[in-house]
């Protein structure tokens, strides 16, 4: 170690006892200020009313029966109406415009803060948006759900292509008047990653891509292969369940907070975070990591939500600071956390309980092995971390030439196919396999991309903790997890949406979004794995 | 057969065709006129957002985890108060007004009447009752079902007594809103049937009264017993839903149309009829009937419910008459039809198929005798039907007593235990099984007594298919219920809420409530059952 690493290393370790001391405490609402209070009255009926539209996406989701599909529609067509109503309430202007600038000085908290910045963001949006189109756009969704479901049941995209098309134009329609400077596509980006542009989206992911794509040729020149034949097998779907509901209850899923159902995408939702945080997983009677990897992955969305102070229940500011944000707990959960040896130390003995006779004679570090297999697929949600974001680049070129108009929605099977022959080497017999696999399209476009910032803040975050935590792996392998929940929860899930996402990634790990940590993270990782001869 | 006998055969005859040919065709609204298409459009909005309400609380009974209990009830309040709001909004108010005399004349529609008659009624009890009683009730309510829950659990009637007090309280306040010209029980009554009042039910309970008590001492003196040995053993839980699910099937109950899921007291409820409309069952694992019985008579509910008329759905005249005319239904599927030997000849194929260890050496006159058992006991759910009403009469009385402050709440437990030994000769052990055993009085009174008014019609409707169908009997037993379901569809379920109970019993019975068809009704059957001496 030079004086200059001893130095930088002193005033990391310096920072960090300040970032924890600082951040022990969640700010409070300054409730004697009749602002404030007023405000959080108007939020909180909101929040009410838009976990009760969650909670029917999630029945819809997971029980809704078919027939229910156009009654649905127009309930949800319903919500969406009276919620638009109450963000563009005249009052609600009055209070958060009055508020903007005052609530920057004392005696005002970052809490007020967050609430009037987030207000403020609904308040904006929605007074762009008419309740017309607001209550056709959910009409449409629920519509396009039922037939993405069946159209991907059936490998069928054109029964799929009029309700994408529809989708298509009501998304344009949305990006024109919310505005955007240079491209279109841009305005919908920033609804789920506040300020996110394509510009800056572009030069974040081109180190991914670049060390995505010479990894992955490094590792297929390298001849070394990873066996990964001890994850298939015949696991029954009962026994699966178990393990989920054990490696969710390790990980400090809360099931009082919370329940587990099934669904053919797995995701997760929330009917009024921190109580009330449930998740799906999908499985698979042949492969065991198409549940557990979605259970950890589900976990670490539903421990984020579950992790908000109760300060901020039904407000704005409650759950995830942004899209990326939640998906950086959800990766650093099921990749960085639940692909590594360390923590399959702890854990490896729920899995050869439960599946004794797939798993006597397999030790652990041959299954953690096996789960980081490099296998260039057709299927995101199976892809592994080095061809992962590849998978994101063909959905957000794809996303960006749709809703700017250079390409056709009936163009979409053949350019798909294309592009995963040319980026990934894999082409899809069927479009099931191929441009149905997501269920992302029924609703919008710029939410995908938030799943590789995910990896990006997700490799920053886990570089802090390696730093925090310097007896990491051995703390890991004990298979108490605890510490880096109680960690996480107390700097980042317990703060909720108050501070943005370039603010709470300072706050976390002392810098801005720097993509160099997943370059090196991803690198890291695989060199090791595929014994690689290391670059530096 | 007397001549007297013949003529009067002949006119029900006439009648009985007159009626089909009636009531083939629902009338449709006549949305030509612009105040009722802005009626049908106001209605619509207030149709969804209670589909979601009834959504929310579904899934409060089936799925939501416990930590949810507030974040849930102030969700509940959000719903009430807009429903309310959207109840009393002064245009609902003028086109109601304005429309109900008119109506009344072509060219409009029984449709159009039946609209303007249950939108009036909504709109009068909402102006009566304001948002802020609406939304206390709905916290309080969605308390006192957790510790409801919680007290069963526990026996512990102390712990539920304090929310049943803020119920008794909230509920008289809504009667004297309400208002009512003899007792203040009467408003709450016309609530769920409209137009009974506690002097009609006293005279319409006499006969039921007299009729089970008589039997049941005839019964009890003939020392005739029933063998039900053959229902109780051990019965997986998976494989009763399996056998609950064909049971539904073949009553024709539509599964892309609905669900079923568990409860601890079975429900069904629907979110968007005829559409989307679920039930629950709960299981025993030693006794059999406790499943498959609870599946059959919501079954009767549902099957109603999904029979409304698609003309009618999103409007308040959509579903059930009433909540007397709705438990006729499930009455008359459950113990008319599905405590009939003719019933299981038709059926029991699928219960020695599920269950053959079981029943491969039962008979089935065995096993339907054996679900006719009758057992002064302390559950209501699972009495036989000498007894049942027995018990509705118990809840009244304390229902009446309450809300008209004639006793305590405290006094409760002492007052059921020794009612039930007056009347069934029976003691609860403790407060599980005794006074907490219903979830009924966790949101309101005045509903029990639907349930008895209800088989006084489910025998009246019997009455009636005996005379459309003299091959009842042999029709049932050959397996295929569709043409009690197509009857009674084509009758009486199209028509949704389009007329009141009274008038309904008319068109389908052909007069109005008459509590002999059940004296007749009970005593026929269980002289047959029990052996005894006719009494005429």
């Known amino acids: 170690m030079t004086t200059f690493d001893y130095i930088l290393e002193s005033r990391k370790l310096q920072e960090a006892t300040m970032l924890q001391q600082e951040s022990k405490t969640v700010p409070e609402f300054t409730r004697s200020d009749p602002r404030i209070s007023e405000l959080l009255e108007l939020t909180h009926e909101i929040a009410d009313l838009s976990a009760v539209s969650s909670l029917a996406e999630w029945d819809q989701n997971t029980a809704m029966p078919a027939g229910a599909t156009e009654v649905r529609s127009h309930q949800m067509a319903a919500l969406q109406g009276i919620l638009h109503d109450r963000w563009t309430a005249p009052r609600l202007g009055e209070l958060v415009n009055e508020l903007r600038e005052e609530v920057q000085k004392s005696p005002f908290s970052d809490a007020d803060r967050g609430l009037v910045r987030e207000a403020l963001r609904a308040y904006e949006q929605s007074t762009k948006l008419p309740r017309k189109l607001i209550a056709e756009i959910a009409q449409v969704q629920a519509g396009s759900f039922t037939a993405w479901r069946q159209a991907r049941e059936q490998s069928d995209f054109a029964r799929f292509a009029p309700w994408l098309g529809r989708t298509v134009a009501l998304q344009r329609e949305v990006a024109d008047r919310l505005g955007y400077s240079e491209t279109r596509y841009d305005a919908l980006l920033d609804q789920y990653e506040p300020s996110m542009t394509t510009r800056k989206l572009d030069a974040l992911f081109v180190p991914v891509r670049e060390t995505s794509k010479n990894l992955l040729q490094c590792i297929e020149a390298s001849g070394n292969a990873v066996d990964a034949s001890c994850l298939e097998g015949d696991f029954a779907e009962s026994q699966q369940l178990v393990l989920c509901e054990r490696l969710l209850k390790g990980m400090g899923y809360d099931f009082s907070r919370g329940e587990v159902a099934r669904s053919p995408h797995p995701f997760t939702t929330s009917f009024g975070s921190p109580f009330d945080v449930r998740l799906t997983v999908r499985t698979d009677t042949h492969f065991l990591p198409t549940s557990i990897m979605a259970a950890i992955h589900e976990g670490g969305h539903a421990v984020y939500e579950q992790g908000s102070s109760p300060e901020l229940v039904r407000t704005p500011v409650v759950g995830g600071a942004s899209m990326g944000m939640h998906e950086s707990q959800s990766r650093l959960w099921e990749n960085a956390i639940g692909r590594s040896e360390a923590y399959w130390q702890g854990q490896y003995g729920a899995v050869q309980e439960i599946f004794p006779q797939q798993f006597a004679k397999v030790d652990v570090s041959t299954f953690a092995r096996a789960l980081n297999k490099v296998q260039p697929s057709l299927i995101r949600v199976e892809a592994d971390e080095v061809t992962y974001n590849l998978h994101i680049i063909v959905r957000f070129e794809i996303e960006k030439a749709l809703i700017n108009s250079d390409i056709s929605v009936e163009s979409l099977p053949a350019l798909w196919n294309a592009k995963y022959r040319e980026y990934i080497g894999v082409e899809p017999a069927n479009d099931a396999e191929g441009v149905l696999q ?78 160099q940590y997943f370059a090196r993270y991803l690198t890291g990782k695989f060199e090791k794995i595929y014994n690689l001869p290391g670059e530096k």
Chains 1, 2 share one sequence.
């Open 438 to 515: 997501d269920i992302h399209w029924t609703s919008g476009f710029g939410y995908f991309p938030t799943y590789t910032l995910g990896n990006l803040y997700a490799a920053q975050i886990f570089a802090k903790l390696g730093s925090v935590f310097p007896d990491f792996d051995a703390q890991l392998a004990s298979g108490d997890t605890g510490f880096v929940l109680n960690w996480l929860r107390e700097h980042m899930y317990a703060f909720g949406v108050i501070y943005e996402p370039e603010e709470l990634m300072k706050r976390l790990t002392g810098e801005t979004p720097n993509p």
